[in-house]
């Protein structure tokens, strides 16, 4: 039996240790809280990786998963492969015929033969690059990764050329019946490790040692994985380790300083992390970027360490590099520049829009991740909210509410885009202008879809039918706005970026060289843009320069890496970086 006295002296203690125990919770949340209190800078926090996430986070671990960005970039193996290669798969193009086969121990081959079999050349698969609309193919030669000339289609089940890709003329053999030149054929053969590298990947290096011009590239993970968007999760892993730390995020509303979340930006620096690769940048510090990699973490300022690249953007003081990347009026032609369709975009006029505000990375179907209530007109009624309604929409499009004439998309989101083997919608938000487009040489959305139609049609109709800003059912932009969208056309004459910099060039895919005046030669008439745009609803670009695979360290000063042919020595084309339709 235990005394009275004894069960007191028990109580006493329980009581003692209690208070005890309370005092250092209560002295270790406080630590915890000023701790979160504190903001930090995370550009020297080591990366954790996507595997690090999955243990608190298994439903945005899931969802991650699903996307196509998980699969980016992969190692070439059964799982990841998607291509059809084995003992009959060939492909002919123009004399050449390339065969995708598997090796005694599985691996994935391809090998070409020109001029009957007097040429043949081979190469391994090493990784994959893409899997959602096409996946193409990188060989490894020593230190460098190169993008293989075929790539496998995965809608139409079939290898294409990776020529065929880009809206460029076709190649011609020197004499009938020949086979075409071997860098006609390399047109688009690109080295990863400075190219392909900084957008399908997280914090890419490309490691370019600058007096033996050898790399020594490296990525935190392959693919575009978590710490992509929500920066490096060395800290965040290490400190969220405690407990008591999990708990006070579970019950407060304030940010976790060791990590970025993009929904709790701005809209300015949110779209930031999507046109880090959604947008082509210059830098002009390439020396920087080739050495250390991409210093770019999610929240900063990304005009801080790069400028998106414009119609009118000079390079070493020379002019029209780029301009056939874009329509007259500035607008994208091309794929991977949404992120300047988004600053041209009058929606910026509200602080909060972003990428998120039509987009959903962890939710909604993977082809396009929008968000799963803002699909179809949803995404602009969110804001728009007056042309919710049938009678509504019907009075502000002078369409049928239920067809496809009165998509907000349609109007203020045309398919005048090219890229990945297919027509994309403008990421530019604006007011439909059939004259101005006109005379701007782009198409307009009105003949887009009234084929049979002239673009005079479309001026008349849209003068006759449409007044901006009146009307309870009419645009909520005002004439004054609508002006201030027009001066934003010529955004990029505003400074040229890169202008008189040795050292400026794109980040991102710089796959071609550029030639301005064949470009300019090819560049089509008004006339010829509307037909093929109502005709296939695609653009033309800028013809690339042909390369071949070998690497060698660039001459002329420049700090830019390009190939040169392996046939012959030939001098370094002027230093430029330029984009492709893809």
Known sequence: MVSARNRLVLVASALACAVASAGVATHGYGAVARELATPRQLSDSAYAGSAACKHCHPDHSASFARTF???????????????????????????VRAHMTRGAAGEFLMSFSADGGARVWRARVERTVGSHRYQQYLARDGDVYFRLPVAWDIAERRFIHMNGAFLTPDPEPASPGASIAREDYDRHVTRWNDNCVFCHNVHPNPGLDERSGQFRTQVAELGIACEACHGPAGEHVARNASPLRRYALQIGDQADPSIRNPARMSGERSAEVCGRCHGQRLTSDIARFMREGDPFVPGNPLGALSKPLWRDTTQNGEAGLFAARFWNDGTARLTAYEFQGYLQSLC?????????????????????????????????????????????????????????????????????????????????????????????????????????????????????????????????????????????????????????????????????????????????????????????????????????????????????????????????PPTAASGSAR
């Not at 190692?75 to 492909?91: I, K, M, N, Q, Y």
């Open 348 to 572: 910026r006029s509200d602080a909060t829009f972003s990428c998120e505000s039509c987009h959903a990375m962890h939710r909604g179907d993977p082809r396009g991740q929008i968000h799963p209530e803002r699909t179809g007109d949803a995404a602009c009624t969110q804001c728009h909210t007056q042309l919710s309604a049938a009678p509504a929409r019907a009075a502000h499009t002078h369409h049928d509410p239920a067809g496809p004439g009165a998509r907000c998309t349609a109007c203020h989101m045309p398919d005048v885009v090219y890229g990945l083997v297919s027509v994309h919608l403008s990421h530019r938000i604006e007011v439909p202008d059939p004259a101005r487009q006109a005379r701007d040489g782009r198409p307009d959305a009105c003949t887009l879809c009234h084929v049979d139609k002239t673009r005079a049609w479309a001026a008349q109709a849209h003068a006759r039918d449409v007044v901006v800003g009146e009307g309870a059912h009419q645009q909520r932009f005002s004439r004054t706005q609508r002006h201030e969208s027009r001066q934003i056309d010529r955004v990029g004459a505003r400074g040229a970026i890169g202008a008189g910099s040795g050292h400026a060039a794109r980040m991102g895919a710089c796959d071609v060289d550029a030639q301005p005046d064949r470009a300019r030669a090819t560049a089509p008439s008004p006339e010829h843009v509307n037909d093929v745009s109502r005709r296939v609803r695609s653009a033309l670009a800028a013809p690339p320069r042909s390369r071949g695979w070998r690497w060698r360290r660039p001459c002329c000063g420049a700090m830019q890496a390009r190939f040169v042919r392996c046939e012959t020595a030939q001098p370094c």
């Open 69 to 95: 960005h998980r699969t980016m970039t992969r190692e070439a193996r059964e799982d990841t492969v998607v291509g059809a290669f084995d003992a009959h798969a060939s492909l002919d193009y123009f004399g």
